[in-house]
């Protein structure tokens, strides 16, 4: 026998929890934009900057692949609940940038 989630729940929880993946993206490019940190010499600059943009794209990728891979309700909700607690913009949060 099937189980049937409450569908509101189904439905508003992954949408909230994309929500704020996307929140965290712009956190992250709210960081990035506050850092006032620039390394010296070219290889170090461009490392850096990949980095930055890789913390800013990462809220983005994982919530594309959760919602690629994840084959129930409940993976789904579970895998975005990680991402949240996960990739959350630390220096932004505690005034770090």
């Known amino acids: 026998m099937r189980r049937r989630g409450r569908p509101v729940v189904?439905?508003?929880?992954?949408?909230?929890?994309?929500?704020?993946?996307?929140?965290?993206?712009?956190?992250?490019?709210?960081?990035?934009?506050?850092?006032?940190?620039?390394?010296?010499?070219?290889?170090?600059t461009v490392l850096y900057a990949a980095g930055q943009l890789l913390a800013v794209l990462a809220p983005l990728v994982w919530a594309g692949t959760v919602l690629w891979l994840s084959r129930t309700d409940r993976s789904r909700l579970l895998g975005l609940a990680l991402g949240v607690l996960v990739l959350a913009p630390v220096p932004l949060l505690i005034g770090a940038a």
Do not use: H, K
């Open 10 to 44: 189904r439905l508003v929880a992954p949408a909230l929890l994309l929500l704020v993946l996307l929140a965290y993206a712009a956190g992250w490019i709210a960081a990035w934009l506050r850092n006032p940190f620039e390394p010296a010499g070219g290889p170090a």
